[in-house]
């Protein structure tokens, strides 16, 4: 019996022995358990991929967006000069006219017929005058060897100059008639595009200061664009010299861009000081006729000497409570919190002022599931490219 447990004792001593030994080797990666060795391969975290771009350096121009409308250079609601019925309408609903291209037409025989009046009292004012210049003269040469009295050559005298007069008068009353007969042809006063015709042929019109209006034409190309700056844009890129041309840049409410090109060709002489803001007019070409007065326009205006600048995508700065950051990505594919000072947009990427270097890698997508100091696999892409892609 007693031989028997310390044969169970010894045996039960070398398996302590080895138990320990093999936990020795466990701890140290001697000898290390195939299962365990698997096991810890399985589960060794891999590195998160993301979108990696190059910061830009560029050369750019300083821009400021504003917002404003389209407004035409010319606007006249054309009225009637002279009452009568309208016999004619020569316009079409949108059509471009030149200035001088008739529009509508009013009744003439009235304004004919004082024509042909008028020229009949001139015609017998200027015969009236024919023959009393004829008599002055003849008392001229009687007076002179005075077969006439003085009394009487007065009198002849003095008709002449009535009757040179009323020739004057009657010419007066023709060119009147006159203008009111042109008037009857109511002919675009400047080129443009016309609106409808309000009044159509048969309807009577008066001319009075409360005339209805016949029709509406602006003109199409150039076309204004009129926007609000504030104060310190003007004082910054307007207010240094007023003969500058100063190049704006113009985009319509169903553009991503800015597709017309222009100059500021007007400021106001004042600033409002309630909204602390001054008016200006920038003058763009309109050839193709698809700008209209009132469409909403998005005005950049640029100044100042061109300057290098660092560029990202917008996409790929964060928001800390106050601060903006980026994610760099070092040489040994490690990410870095990098804090960063915001500029304007430029052409869909966004203005660094301070924070980064040219050359330096960031990370522009997948800013989520990279964390500071972690170690990623990054996907080379550009930096315009991604930007594109997040507009």
Known sequence: MYAHRKRLGAALGSLAVIGAVAGFGYFRGDLASPVVTAHAADTQPTATEVDVA??????????????????????????PLVSGAIVAVHVKDGALVKQGDPLFTIDPRPYQAEVDRAAAQLAAAQARATYTATDAA??????????????????????????????????????????????????????????????????????????PVLTTLVSVSPIYASFDVDEQTYLQYLGRDRNAKV????????????????????????????????????TLENSDGALVPGLYARVRVGGGAPHPAILIDDAAVGTDQARKYVLVVDASNKVQYREVKLGAMHDNLRVISAGLKPGERIVVNGLMRARPNDTVAPHMVDMTGAAKTAS
């Open 138 to 211: 003849r008392a001229n040469r009687l007076l002179a060897d005075d077969a006439v009295a003085k009394r009487d050559y007065d009198e002849k005298q003095n008709a002449m100059r009535e009757a040179a007069a009323a020739v004057k008068a009657a010419q007066a009353a023709l060119e009147a008639a006159q203008v009111n007969l042109g008037y009857t042809n109511v002919a675009a006063p400047v080129s443009g595009r016309a609106s409808r015709a309000e009044l159509t042929v048969g309807n009577v019109v008066t001319a009075a200061a409360n005339a």
């Open 54 to 79: 190059t910061v830009l350096s560029q050369t750019i121009t300083d821009w400021q967006s504003y917002s404003g409308r389209l407004e035409a250079i010319d606007r006249v609601d054309v009225k």
């Open 247 to 282: 190049p704006v840049a113009v985009g319509l409410a169903n553009e991503d861009g800015y597709s017309r090109k222009g100059v500021i060709t007007s400021v106001d002489n004042r600033l409002d000081t309630t909204s602390a803001t001054i008016r200006v007019r920038a």
